[in-house]
């Protein structure tokens, strides 16, 4: 069966806390500026057990604390004092430091101002790939509404029926979702129609930036943890198989645990996914920390 392939395919994404440090090191790989400074802070906390916010507020000049974490939460922006410190703390060359400011004005604007297009067109010719792309509402869509996914493979079975109502009964939705979903696929190419107009999967591949639409990829997860939180009461458990095992592991170990899972969950999907299937299931794994704080134990 044809497969869809997404930064967030239909088990996991691969999002900035996921990265490797040294991808997570360049401004490039980043849309938000305040996921890259969320991000190098942690990885020089975690390089250096010594490292504070009240040090690093030091180092850019600034009395406290207050500022830094009001930029880190959205609550503010940088302003040029600040701007220049960060610029001369993390050694932006010219460019990177005319995409970094693009990105503090990006964040500045409405989603609706014409002036977003402008500056993400100068982000653009600022990456030195020239890769980037802003994923559009259609896309948004798609990665962050769990029964889209759920809607394409359905159509991959045999007794498929292209009826509104029918697919809307099958997954416990309306018409009306399922009718603009179909629509929505089709237009992106992720759906196709023969010559005597039967719908059909197509192989297909839209690529989301990493943390452009990291908004979209968490109610994604959101609404797959809430599809195994109500199961839990409505599934006999004949039909569903939930595991949870708490364990303590090493910080350091964390990258290759992470790899594990995705190498565990590859060879899930190989082995179990049928090219001519009867029902269809949804596979979640998550691995989150338990501790509160800086873990220091």
Same mark, same amino acid.
């Given at each position: 069966?044809?497969?869809?392939?997404?930064?967030?395919?239909?088990? +996991?994404? /691969?999002?900035?806390?996921?990265? &490797?440090?040294?991808?997570?090191?360049?401004?490039?790989? +980043?849309? @938000?500026?305040? @996921?890259? $400074?969320?991000?190098?802070?942690?990885?020089?906390?975690?390089?250096?057990?010594?490292?504070?916010?009240?040090? *690093?507020?030091?180092?850019?000049?600034?009395?406290?604390?207050?500022?830094?974490?009001? !930029?880190?939460?959205?609550?503010?922006?940088?302003?040029?004092? !600040?701007?220049?410190?960060?610029?001369?703390?993390?050694?932006?060359?010219? /460019?990177?430091?005319?995409?970094?400011?693009?990105?503090?004005?990006?964040?500045?604007?409405? #989603?609706?101002?014409?002036?977003? !297009?402008?500056?993400?067109?100068? =982000?653009?010719?600022?990456?030195?790939?020239?890769? *980037?792309?802003?994923?559009? $509402?259609?896309?948004?869509?798609?990665?962050?509404?769990?029964?889209?996914?759920?809607?394409?493979? $359905?159509?991959? *079975?045999?007794?498929?029926?292209?009826?509104?109502?029918?697919? %809307?009964?099958?997954?416990?939705?309306?018409?009306? #979702?399922?009718?603009? %979903?179909?629509?929505?696929?089709?237009?992106?190419?992720?759906?196709?129609? @023969?010559?005597?107009?039967?719908?059909?999967?197509?192989?297909?591949? *839209?690529? %989301?930036?990493?943390?452009?639409?990291?908004? %979209?990829?968490?109610? +994604?997860? &959101?609404?797959?943890?809430?599809?195994?939180?109500?199961?839990?009461?409505?599934?006999?458990?004949?039909?569903?198989?939930?595991?949870?095992?708490?364990?303590?592991?090493?910080?350091?170990?964390?990258?290759?645990?992470?790899?594990?899972?995705?190498?565990?969950?590859?060879?899930?999907?190989?082995?179990?996914?049928?090219?001519?299937?009867?029902?269809?299931?949804?596979? /979640?794994?998550?691995?989150?920390? =338990? =501790?509160?704080? @800086? /873990?220091?134990?």
């Amino acid at each position: 069966m044809p497969k869809l392939y997404v930064d967030v395919p239909i088990i +996991y994404v /691969n999002v900035p806390g996921l990265m &490797e440090p040294n991808t997570l090191k360049s401004i490039y790989n +980043y849309l @938000d500026y305040r @996921d890259f $400074l969320q991000c190098r802070i942690k990885t020089l906390k975690e390089a250096n057990p010594h490292f504070t916010l009240g040090s *690093f507020s030091k180092i850019l000049g600034l009395k406290d604390t207050s500022s830094i974490n009001k !930029i880190i939460r959205g609550q503010r922006h940088p302003g040029p004092h !600040i701007n220049r410190a960060l610029r001369g703390y993390f050694k932006f060359s010219n /460019n990177e430091h005319r995409y970094f400011n693009d990105l503090i004005e990006l964040a500045r604007v409405s #989603e609706n101002s014409p002036e977003r !297009i402008r500056i993400l067109e100068r =982000l653009q010719k600022s990456h030195p790939k020239r890769e *980037f792309r802003e994923i559009g $509402l259609e896309e948004f869509m798609c990665i962050s509404r769990w029964y889209y996914p759920a809607i394409r493979e $359905l159509v991959g *079975f045999k007794n498929f029926k292209e009826d509104t109502q029918w697919i %809307a009964q099958k997954l416990g939705i309306n018409a009306i #979702e399922v009718s603009e %979903a179909l629509k929505t696929m089709l237009r992106l190419e992720l759906l196709v129609r @023969d010559e005597t107009g039967k719908i059909l999967l197509k192989e297909a591949n *839209f690529k %989301a930036p990493n943390d452009v639409k990291s908004e %979209a990829i968490k109610r +994604y997860h &959101e609404q797959c943890l809430e599809l195994a939180r109500k199961a839990i009461r409505t599934v006999d458990i004949e039909s569903r198989h939930y595991l949870s095992s708490t364990i303590g592991i090493r910080k350091k170990d964390l990258p290759e645990a992470k790899k594990k899972i995705e190498e565990l969950l590859d060879l899930f999907v190989d082995v179990f996914e049928d090219n001519d299937p009867d029902d269809l299931y949804q596979i /979640n794994i998550q691995l989150l920390p =338990l =501790l509160k704080g @800086d /873990n220091d134990v």
